[in-house]
C-alpha cells in the first residue's frame, strides 16, 4: 500500500501544475457548496430567531366592521370579541385547542412608586398569555398571573424587568404597592423576554380590568393554542374552516364576510418552513453542480493519465498485474486528488462563514426581524460533505480506470 501511494504520488509530481487545475476546479466547488450551504443556514437561523421563544402554534383574532348586511344587520357593525369567545371556543373544539387566553388594553397608564413613575401599556390578560407572548419571569421574581387573581378579580399586576428598576431600584419589588393612575395594585411578578427588547406592558388580570374600567365581558383580541393534531397545512386548514363558520355563526357575520381579521402564526411558520425548505434543496442542487463541474475535469484529467500511461499498464499486465490492481491505482489516485483539494475548499468554505458570522448579529428591538444569522454549518453537513467527496473522487477515477482495465496487452506494448 505504501508503494502505491509512493507511486501516485509520485504521478501527481510530474504533473503538478495539471493537478493543480483539476484539483482547484474540486476546490471551488466545494467551497461554493458550504457557502451556499452556510448561506441557507443564516437565512434558517434568521427565520427561527424572529419567532423566539413565542409559540408557532397559536391564532390569534381581532374584532372589526362587517361588510355584508347580514341577518337583517346592515353592513358596517363593529364586531367586537368578549367571554363567550373563549368559552365556546375551549368548550366545542377540545381537540383541536389547548386552551384560549383573552387580552384588553386601553392605552398607556402612568404607574408609579413614591417619586418614581414610568409610562406603560397595560393590559387584562388571562393566565396563559404568559406562555402564548413568549414572557419569562425568572426565580425569585414572583408569578404571572393565575386563575385565582381571575376568579376573585384580584388587583395584582405584573410588571416588567425596565419598570422595576426604575420604581424599585435594587429593592424586591414583589408584594410592593403600585398606584396606577389612582388605582392601587399589588406587584406579583416581574417579566422578561429573551428573544426580543424588553417592553414597559404590564398586566393584570383580565377580569379585573373589565371590572374597573367599565369593559363589560370584552376582550380585545382572542389567542388559542393549537394542539399537536393540527400538525400540517392541510388540518389546519380545514380546522380554521369549521372554526371561522362558527365564529360567523357566533356574532352573526356572513360566512362570507372578511370583518373579523385572523393572524394563524402556525400557518405563517408552516409556509416559511416550505420556503426555508425550497432555499435548501435549491442550495443543495446549486452547490453539487457546481462541485460535479470540479469532478468532471478530475476525471478527463484521469482519462489523459490513462491515455498516457497506456504502455505502462500493458507492461503490468504482462508481467502478472491483476487487473484490479490497476483499477485500484486509477481510482485511488482520482480519490486523493479529489478529497485533498476538495478538504481545501471545505476547511475555506467553513472558515469563511465562521468569519462573517459575528457580523450578523442578532437584532432587538420591538419591531425589529431577523432576515440572516449565524450562516455556519453544524458537523452533519461537514460529514455529508466528506462523504460526498469521496464518492465523487470514487465516480471520477472509476470509468476512466475501466478504461485502463480494458486496454489490451498486445495493444498497449505496440503503443508508442
Not at 25 to 52: D, E, H
Not at 253 to 265: F, L, Q
Request: charged letters at 15%; a neutral charge; proline letters at 2%.
Amino acid at each position: 500500500m505504501i508503494s502505491l501511494l509512493y507511486e501516485i504520488f509520485n504521478t501527481i509530481r510530474r504533473n503538478k501544475l495539471r493537478t493543480f487545475l483539476t484539483g482547484f476546479a474540486v476546490a471551488w466547488g466545494i467551497f461554493m457548496l458550504i457557502v451556499l450551504l452556510g448561506a441557507g443556514n443564516g437565512l434558517k437561523n434568521g427565520f427561527s430567531a424572529n419567532w423566539g421563544d413565542r409559540l408557532l402554534n397559536v391564532v390569534q383574532i381581532w374584532g372589526g366592521r362587517t361588510t355584508i348586511p347580514y341577518a337583517g344587520f346592515q353592513s358596517g357593525r363593529w364586531i367586537s370579541l368578549d367571554n363567550k369567545d373563549l368559552q365556546f371556543t375551549e368548550a366545542e373544539f377540545p381537540e383541536e385547542v389547548n386552551f384560549a387566553a383573552g387580552n384588553i388594553g386601553l392605552g398607556s397608564k402612568n404607574i408609579s412608586n413614591g417619586a418614581e413613575y414610568i409610562s406603560s401599556y397595560l393590559q387584562g390578560v388571562s393566565p396563559n398569555m404568559l406562555t402564548i407572548n413568549g414572557l419569562k419571569i425568572a426565580q425569585g421574581d414572583g408569578r404571572f398571573i393565575n386563575d385565582l387573581d381571575i376568579r376573585e378579580n384580584r388587583k395584582s399586576i405584573v410588571i416588567s424587568q425596565r419598570a422595576k428598576e426604575i420604581l424599585f431600584k435594587t429593592e424586591n419589588a414583589i408584594g410592593k404597592k403600585v398606584n396606577v393612575a389612582g388605582i392601587i395594585y399589588t406587584v406579583v411578578g416581574v417579566y422578561y423576554i429573551t428573544d426580543r427588547q424588553e417592553t414597559t406592558n404590564s398586566y393584570i388580570p383580565i377580569s379585573t380590568f373589565q371590572i374597573i374600567y367599565n369593559q363589560g365581558i370584552n376582550i380585545s383580541n382572542l389567542a388559542f393554542t393549537l394542539s399537536d393534531k393540527i400538525n400540517d397545512e392541510e388540518s389546519n386548514t380545514d380546522f380554521m374552516n369549521r372554526y371561522k363558520k362558527r365564529f360567523a355563526q357566533q356574532h352573526q357575520i356572513s360566512p362570507d364576510d372578511d370583518a373579523i381579521w385572523y393572524w394563524n402564526r402556525f400557518e405563517n411558520y408552516l409556509q416559511m418552513s416550505t420556503v426555508s425548505n425550497v432555499i435548501n434543496i435549491a442550495v443543495w442542487i446549486i452547490g453539487i453542480f457546481t462541485l460535479l463541474s470540479g469532478i468532471v475535469g478530475v476525471s478527463n484529467i484521469m482519462l489523459i493519465t490513462v491515455r498516457e500511461r497506456t504502455r505502462e499498464f500493458g507492461i503490468r499486465k504482462a508481467i502478472g498485474a491483476s487487473p484490479m490492481s490497476i483499477l485500484r491505482h486509477v481510482v485511488l489516485e482520482s480519490i486523493i486528488i479529489t478529497t485533498v483539494f476538495g478538504y481545501l475548499g471545505l476547511v475555506c468554505g467553513v472558515g469563511l462563514t465562521e468569519l462573517v458570522a459575528p457580523i450578523f448579529e442578532p437584532q432587538t428591538g420591538r419591531d425589529s426581524f431577523n432576515a440572516f444569522l449565524n450562516p455556519t454549518i453544524d458537523m452533519n453537513v461537514a460529514i455529508q460533505a466528506t462523504i460526498l467527496l469521496i464518492i465523487a473522487g470514487t465516480l471520477a477515477g472509476f470509468f476512466p480506470a475501466l478504461k485502463a482495465v480494458k486496454i489490451k496487452t498486445i495493444e498497449a506494448l505496440n503503443n508508442k
